[in-house]
């Protein structure tokens, strides 16, 4: 409510009504301020009448038309100073907004209605009345307190899931209103898809927290929460789904184990890779140093024939050509090739009684000393036996 302050005119309005109480003689009649009851309660966003009445002692009969009463209520704040809320006098009423006498004046009906209660509203209300004739004489005087509290419905709570809702494992359910006067008690049930209600000591009330341990998939489904107190209830609820998967630490296991092992996986492929070079450069070295064979010298325009029957001859760009006249029986044709190794060819011994075997000469009449100036590789070819046959 808004205050409304004290202006001159009502300062001294007050003064002349405690002044003409106490100055005044009094009368036979004897003033007499009743309140039903000394403590009210109210909601919040609602409205509260404070009933008072007053009634003179010793009159002879209860209409006294002229008799003038002035009235004035106070609200008393937390600071001890009192704020005047309303206050009627010689005929006028002023007030706070939302702030109303339930009776039009004059009356001996002395309610006092308030409108749009906030919590704030709570606290003592202060009813002084003052009653006076035409003549100004005091009828009498007196003051009364009554208590207020505005009561205040729980706000809409909020429900939050606490933990990891997968089987075997323990989450925690919470719910809790923003607002509530007095402070609200928390209940919890199962909705869908069975009914369920929970008590202590899984469910505390005071906090509104439900304890679910070694969950199950059976224990899925809609939970509400409600915030209660004598005045109002609110309500919120929260989906738990119990999943059979793997938990978190399970899968950060699996995680961390994927990757030392691609990790491993690396390193191995790395070694492997680094050994490999390192048999490779020796090899290098031993071709880079080794001593090219030397060309054995070949007899003009004729051949070796070895002891197993093979022949060793050679080729050049003279010797792919083909020869002008045919050739000789058995003889055999240079084969040729890109590269080969050569091989020392010993001198083939005589067998007693034997002769050595008669050979073709090269196509051409070349020289082997002619054909390794020309750049000629010697390759090894199968030997031609006597009766016409590879050996």
């Known amino acids: 409510m808004i205050s409304l302050p004290r202006s001159p005119v009502t300062n001294l309005l007050l003064f002349l009504?405690?002044?003409?109480?106490?100055?005044?003689?009094?009368?036979?009649?004897?003033?007499?301020?009743?309140?039903?009851?000394?403590?009210?309660?109210?909601?919040?966003g609602g409205e509260v009448v404070l009933p008072a009445w007053y009634t003179l002692q010793g009159e002879v009969s209860s209409a006294q038309p002229r008799e003038m009463p002035f009235v004035m209520w106070f609200f008393q704040l937390k600071e001890e100073n009192e704020e005047q809320v309303l206050a009627y006098i010689n005929g006028a009423t002023?007030?706070?907004?939302?702030v109303s006498l339930v009776y039009s004046m004059p009356s001996r009906n002395v309610s006092l209605r308030l409108k749009g209660l906030q919590e704030k509203d709570s606290g003592p209300y202060s009813c002084s009345v003052n009653v006076q004739d035409k003549e100004g004489t005091s009828r009498g005087y007196s003051?009364?307190?009554?208590?207020?509290?505005?009561?205040?419905?729980?706000?809409?709570?909020?429900?939050?899931?606490?933990?990891?809702?997968?089987v075997g494992a323990n989450v925690t359910l919470s719910c809790q209103s923003p607002r509530s006067k007095p402070a609200a008690e928390y209940q919890w049930d199962r909705q869908l898809p069975s009914f369920q209600t929970f008590f202590a000591p899984a469910l505390d009330i005071i906090r509104g927290s439900l304890s679910l341990t070694n969950l199950s998939s059976s224990m899925s489904g809609i939970y509400v929460c409600k915030a209660h107190n004598e005045v109002g209830t609110a309500q919120c609820n929260v989906t738990l789904e119990v999943s059979t998967g793997p938990g978190a630490a399970v899968v950060s296991g699996a995680v961390v184990g994927t990757l030392v092992?691609?990790?491993?996986?690396?390193?191995?492929?790395?070694?492997y890779h680094r050994r490999g070079k390192a048999l490779?450069?020796?090899?290098?070295?031993?071709?880079?140093?080794?001593?090219?064979?030397?060309?054995?010298?070949w007899a003009k325009s004729s051949d070796t024939i070895s002891r197993n029957g093979t022949l060793s001859s050679v080729t050049s760009a003279?010797?792919?050509?083909?020869?002008?006249?045919?050739?000789?029986?058995?003889?055999l044709t240079p084969t040729p090739s890109l590269s080969s190794r050569v091989l020392p060819s010993p001198k083939?011994?005589?067998?007693?009684?034997?002769?050595?075997?008669?050979?073709?000469?090269?196509?051409g009449g070349v020289s082997s000393s002619a054909l390794g100036r020309m750049g000629a590789v010697p390759v090894m070819v199968p030997a031609q036996s006597q009766a016409g046959s590879l050996v």
């Open 17 to 44: 009504f405690l002044g003409l109480s106490i100055l005044a003689p009094p009368s036979r009649a004897q003033l007499q301020l009743h309140v039903p009851a000394t403590k009210l309660q109210a909601v919040e």
């Open 94 to 98: 002023t007030s706070k907004r939302g």
């Open 143 to 166: 003051i009364k307190t009554l208590e207020l509290n505005v009561l205040v419905p729980p706000a809409p709570p909020s429900c939050r899931l606490l933990g990891v809702p997968r």
């Open 261 to 271: 092992g691609l990790g491993l996986l690396a390193g191995l492929v790395l070694l």
């Open 280 to 297: 490779e450069e020796p090899a290098n070295d031993i071709k880079e140093d080794a001593i090219a064979p030397r060309t054995l010298p």
């Open 318 to 331: 003279r010797a792919l050509r083909p020869p002008h006249g045919p050739p000789r029986p058995g003889s």
């Open 348 to 363: 083939l011994p005589t067998t007693d009684g034997g002769h050595p075997r008669a050979v073709t000469t090269i196509p």
